[in-house]
């Protein structure tokens, strides 16, 4: 796969999207789970898409159960909990895995060119994600997974990923990244 217009992803009601579809737009691609400490960012994600759209800007949530099975439920399930609980309206997609074996394309290619860079250790929710995960592997800092639900990918018009952002990061980082780009 030599861009991220080659691969192909399943939205939430089962139909295949070719990621060539959002050529021309500045992308978000976000992991999420619905019983998160972070899953109130679907309140800020929603504004950014909000405040954005109509300039070129779509963000693609791709729900995952892979960190402390957080994102339990059917897509179906996932997709009424953000419309009515957050009011999103953005695109929604099945549930993937992140990292391992079975691994989405679109994350195995993002993470190749975005590979984990660390937390800003300036905020205490970044310190206690740091001292968790060290707990569960000494040296995860040193792959490029994805850590923990929430994790951002942002992709200029042309497609090429040109930031990732931890679910810690806080949102007018991202905000000023997005607003950079349109």
Not at 47 to 69: M, N, S, T, V, W
Not at 82 to 101: L, Y
Not at 141 to 151: A, G, L, S, Y
Not at 155 to 160: A, L, M, V
């Amino acid at each position: 796969m030599n861009s991220i217009y080659d691969i192909t992803v399943i939205d939430i009601n089962g139909e295949m999207v070719k990621m060539d579809a959002y050529r021309g737009d500045v992308i978000l691609v976000v992991n999420t789970a619905t019983e998160c400490g972070f899953t109130p960012q679907y309140e800020n994600l929603q504004d950014l898409y909000e405040k954005y759209h109509a300039r070129g800007f779509a963000i693609l949530d791709f729900p995952c159960d892979q960190f402390g099975h957080q994102a339990p439920g059917t897509n179906s399930e996932i997709a009424t909990f953000c419309s009515t609980r957050f009011g999103v309206t953005f695109p929604q997609f099945t549930k993937i895995d992140v990292n391992g074996d079975n691994q989405s394309d679109l994350f195995r290619y993002l993470k190749l060119y975005l590979p984990f860079n660390g937390f800003d250790m300036s905020n205490d929710m970044s310190q206690m994600m740091d001292k968790m995960l060290r707990t569960m592997d000494a040296n995860y800092e040193k792959n490029p997974d994805i850590k923990w639900n929430f994790t951002k990918f942002l992709i200029d018009r042309s497609g090429r990923p040109v930031a990732r952002f931890e679910p810690t990061d806080s949102i007018e980082k991202v905000d000023l990244a997005i607003n950079a780009l349109l």
